[in-house]
């Protein structure tokens, strides 16, 4: 009897060291940090998709940090009507590609890190914006700053496995948004550091309360400038990796100007000049890449049109949001047939479900802000926060979708601060029931998100559930189509071809992969006629497609192959006048011209491009390799030197750089390049041949021995992993 007396209290007890751990701030953050990497794990098995074949294969600014400063002047996209200036992802995928080569692993480990770290840089600064005298939340219950912490965790948890975020975590070529969210967040907390005028320290270690030390010294001067000067910074960064970074200078300003009441006028006005020098120093960057032309043929869409876009855009963001359902990219809420005639509007009243559904959404947040209660003002701010980021994807501005699951990576916080707000309002046993129906929402969506990062798993995967589930475009088809290509499923890749052109006739890159199709089972008359046909269109079709060269390319390869190589060479010249930044036209026709005038000819079309432009890995090595087959050793060494330096994983410059110098009988430059190669592929039994040999015609047959019995050691575990 006396022992059942004594269990409540102890089971009261182990209640409050429960409840007093989870309140524990880094078991929180550990919590964040493990949920997040683990919903995001199979996305590390993941290929490189889509973009990732340029951004991470074939991009020329990741291959060397010799080239950190040029990506400032380019932008992301070298042949495309893109105008995304985004340097800073492309040097994080710098830092990528020096780690881990060209191994999608790392890029998507890179991915989920950056998305975590962002996910726990939004709870810090919610604790912090929730926290009194912040002005989102103004509640004089004791109680108030648990629940302030409370929430600012859930809304982060949430937010971290939301599935909405797969094509910004689980596609590599996404983390512009998590870069940018990240470094403004960072910002952001930096700017909320420096206002700091005396030390605070928590009452208890497990709330957070605070408690003025006044005979704690002020924080020095040269902190309270660094930290600003550090916020700065990264503001500039974040802007440099994507623009959504301006929508979050705009929040700061209206938390600023509108809602802190511990700022005062003299630091709001700071605040201000000093966002403003911010994007002046961003709007100077972004002149460096020069003008882009803009694509033509754009639809022009009205009023009523557009209207009614904002509203399809607002009801599936509010959907998605709320029922993550048949997530995929390519997703559109928009069909031109509807709007041809009077009469195909009428037809599309049913179809305007979304439209009724933005309506909803929209009447939801405006009530939500007029409701008097302790949360309104933390409504007012989350709603200000989702149309803040809303507006720019909403179909107001011309893009190149209409809707983006991506693009709700900033506002879903404003959402779910939304409904915070509306949580505040509750009494406490309601809140608590909240809190249980947010935690099996994060498993939920935790689970949603696992199974999302699988379509990312390989490009053939990622096409065939993108069209299952609605996201039918062009360019799936295309790369699909594409992809059976190289499979050898001729009869699949010419059939989606033909769709395609049947949708789109003027598709430039649909047309010359068909005829590459047609020419592989034979069907050449077809094939020519489709790539002759290009040529004479390719100038109009380039105002409204990139990459309209492609059939150029092709057919003088065609030519070539059919041994009339006078004629490629003879289009691809006339081509360059059109495309003269082209590559891989100005390499196609160097390669013709060596082969039937000589490496000097051809040595002329490599250095006027290379001229222009330095950064260009395979053109300098081409220059080498020239050089070298010309017989000027000299030169030759210097462009393969050169070719080396900007790719930090490249062989190929270091093995022809080594046999030009033992031709030249410099056989220790020769054995320091080689042994460069053999860093750079230590696994490859190749370059110990290679080394090997230079060895031996040094007199080092010793350590000639050893690198042939590496050979044979690399050789066997190869046949062995080959059994296996």
Avoid at 213 to 225: I, M
Avoid at 245 to 256: D, K, V
Avoid at 708 to 714: G, T
Wanted: aromatic fraction near 10%; charge should be positive; include cysteine.
């Amino acid at each position: 009897m006396d022992q059942s007396a004594a269990d409540p209290p102890s089971h009261a007890n182990l209640g409050k060291q429960l409840a007093a751990l989870c309140g524990k701030q880094w078991l929180r953050y550990l919590f964040l940090a493990v949920v997040g990497i683990l919903v995001r794990l199979p996305a590390l098995q993941g290929q490189a998709v889509w973009d990732d074949d340029y951004l991470v294969y074939d991009n020329p600014f990741i291959k060397s940090p010799l080239l950190a400063l040029e990506a400032f002047r380019h932008y992301l996209f070298l042949d495309s009507y893109s105008p995304h200036y985004r340097p800073v992802q492309n040097l994080s995928f710098m830092a990528d590609y020096y780690l881990w080569n060209t191994d999608p692993s790392g890029f998507h480990l890179t991915n989920i890190l950056l998305h975590v770290a962002s996910g726990l840089l939004l709870y810090r600064l919610l604790i912090l914006l929730f926290s009194k005298g912040a002005g989102i939340w103004n509640n004089t219950d004791p109680r108030s700053n648990s629940t302030a912490s409370l929430s600012a965790f859930l809304i982060a948890a949430l937010w971290i496995v939301h599935p909405v975020h797969s094509a910004a975590v689980d596609y590599i070529s996404g983390r512009a948004d998590s870069l940018a969210f990240l470094f403004a967040a960072s910002a952001w907390l930096l700017v909320l550091r420096a206002r700091v005028k005396a030390s605070l320290t928590p009452a208890n270690p497990g709330s957070e309360q605070v408690t003025r030390l006044p005979l704690q010294r002020k924080q020095p001067w040269w902190l309270t400038f660094a930290l600003y000067l550090c916020a700065a910074f990264f503001a500039l960064l974040s802007l440099c990796s994507r623009e959504i970074a301006c929508i979050w200078i705009l929040l700061f300003l209206i938390h600023t100007l509108v809602f802190a009441k511990n700022v005062d006028r003299k630091a709001k006005i700071a605040a201000v000049i000093c966002c403003a020098l911010v994007l002046a120093a961003y709007g100077g960057l972004h002149q460096l890449p020069g003008e882009r032309a803009e694509k033509g043929g754009s639809e022009n869409w009205g009023v009523p049109i557009r209207a009614t876009l904002m509203l399809r855009a607002l009801g599936d963001y509010g959907r998605l949001m709320v029922f993550p359902a048949n997530l995929h990219m390519e997703r559109t809420v928009f069909d031109p047939n509807n709007y041809r005639t009077r009469d195909s509007w009428r037809d599309s009243a049913n179809s305007e479900y979304l439209a009724v559904l933005g309506l909803f959404v929209f009447a939801a947040f405006a009530y939500g802000c007029v409701k008097k209660g302790a949360g309104r003002r933390t409504r007012i701010m989350g709603a200000i926060w989702f149309f803040a980021g809303y507006l720019p994807i909403s179909n107001i501005l011309l893009l190149n979708a209409t809707v983006a699951e991506h693009w709700l990576y900033l506002p879903s916080v404003g959402f779910l601060i939304f409904l915070a707000g509306c949580a505040f309002d509750l009494p406490q046993h309601f809140q608590r029931m909240l809190a249980g129906v947010a935690i099996a929402a994060i498993i939920a969506l935790g689970v949603r998100s696992a199974n999302r990062s699988t379509d990312w798993g390989d490009p053939e995967t990622f096409y065939k559930r993108t069209l299952a589930a609605g996201g039918s475009s062009a360019r799936v088809e295309v790369n699909l189509g594409l992809i059976y290509g190289r499979h050898g499923d001729y009869a699949k890749a010419e059939k989606l071809f033909r769709h395609v052109l049947e949708l789109t006739p003027n598709y430039p890159i649909a047309r010359s992969n068909l005829a590459d199709i047609l020419s592989r089972q034979g069907k050449t008359t077809e094939a020519e006629a489709l790539l002759t046909n290009a040529i004479k269109i390719a100038p109009l079709e380039a105002k409204e497609y990139p990459r309209t060269w492609v059939g150029i390319y092709n057919l003088a390869g065609f030519w070539h192959n059919a041994n009339d190589d006078a004629a490629a060479i003879a289009l691809l010249e006339h081509a360059r006048v059109n495309y003269p930044e082209v590559w891989e036209l100005v390499s196609r026709q160097s390669e013709l011209v060596r082969r039937t005038r000589g490496p000097l000819a051809a040595l002329d079309l490599v250095q006027a491009f290379v001229r222009k432009n330095w950064w260009h890995h395979a053109a300098r090595l081409a220059e080498g390799r020239l050089y070298a087959e010309n017989g000027d050793a000299v030169h030759a060494i210097q462009a393969l030197h050169y070719a080396a330096m900007l790719d930090v994983h490249d062989v190929e410059a270091l093995n022809l750089l080594a046999s030009t110098c033992v031709r030249q009988h410099q056989l220790n430059q020769a054995f320091a390049a080689q042994k460069r190669a053999v860093a750079r592929e230590p696994d490859k039994p190749s370059q110990y041949l290679i080394l090997s040999d230079i060895l031996e015609k040094m007199g080092r047959n010793s350590e000639a021995q050893a690198a042939r019995a590496k050979v044979s050691q690399l050789q066997a575990l190869a046949m062995e992993s080959h059994r296996g």
